[in-house]
């Protein structure tokens, strides 16, 4: 009788389990929706020659909460043959030490700094749940943002520590390429709509994914880091990622800017400010 349950048990899983994996196939990610506001208006990226003109690069404003969202876009454009250094920010959820958020920011010749975000786009109504994100609940999303949103909101506003690095290249080449093919990405996701998912497309793992492009299996995609990603910056030093010849923990000193960003406040050269590293 007890066999007899449990065959019964057995099966009933298994037709469970298929019919969850076939319902999760045939969900698509939504291009339409009732999404938060930082999360409304999608960035998109017109290419001309050796120039790219980024429409809708966000430039919010939160003050005196982080609730409290002044939105603000605008339209500009980029030489690529002019990227200067790219940066790696993490966010460290100061919160959980297990998780992290992180970015690259890319520094242009004439002063100019362009934030590349990849997030869950969510609802109104929805919260971020990492359980939730390993299942198809929150569509893809790439976005173009000023530094005086993306930034100054983690270490202002939330009061996160938030650490910039230099990144290394072994081919200068390698940022426009780099920055060319998040762009182009995120213009994709307009016409083909993915899923985030906590484990392999996350902010971290997406980063990944175009590092291994330029170099094919320079980082693996199994790496714990790019899952607990509180410890990607330690992943990056390792693979010889982060400009710099210091251990973690010394990078982790120098390149702490939540101090300097809440001292700076919304300066027009703010970038620069976060920046003075030689000044620890």
């Not at 100061?94 to 362009?114: I, R």
């Not at 005086?148 to 009061?159: E, K, P, T, Y």
């Not at 998912?197 to 175009?210: A, G, L, M, P, R």
């Not at 790019?226 to 410890?231: F, Q």
Request: hydrophobic fraction near 40%; charge should be positive.
């Amino acid at each position: 009788m007890l066999k007899k349950i449990f065959k019964f048990l057995g099966i009933t899983l298994a037709i469970l389990l298929v019919i969850f994996l076939v319902w999760q196939n045939l969900k698509k990610p939504a291009l339409v929706g009732d999404w938060q506001e930082q999360l409304k208006i999608a960035s998109t990226a017109e290419f001309k020659g050796d120039t790219v003109v980024v429409h809708n690069v966000r430039n919010f404003r939160y003050s005196p909460t982080e609730a409290d969202m002044h939105p603000g876009y605008y339209d500009r454009a980029y030489d690529l043959n002019a990227i200067k250094k790219v940066w790696y920010v993490a966010e460290p959820f100061n919160e959980n030490k297990v998780a992290a958020h992180t970015f690259l920011s890319f520094e242009f010749n004439n002063g100019d700094f362009l934030s590349i975000t990849i997030e869950a786009r969510k609802t109104k109504d929805q919260t971020f749940n990492i359980y939730k994100g390993m299942i198809h609940t929150y569509p893809l999303m790439y976005i173009a943002a000023d530094e005086r949103d993306a930034v100054l909101l983690r270490a202002n506003i939330r009061q996160d520590k938030v650490y910039v690095y230099p990144v290394k290249f072994s081919n200068p080449e390698n940022a426009r390429l780099l920055l060319t093919d998040m762009l182009n990405k995120m213009n994709d996701l307009l016409a083909h709509p993915a899923w985030y998912n906590s484990f392999w497309s996350n902010c971290t793992s997406s980063i990944v994914y175009h590092v291994n492009k330029l170099s094919p299996g320079r980082v693996s995609m199994l790496s714990w880091q790019l899952w607990l990603t509180a410890s990607a910056d330690e992943l990056a030093l390792k693979h010889g990622l982060l400009d710099t010849s210091l251990t973690i923990d010394e990078a982790r000193k120098k390149y702490f800017i939540t101090d300097r960003s809440i001292q700076a406040g919304d300066a027009p050269n703010y970038s620069q400010l976060i920046r003075q590293f030689d000044q620890n």
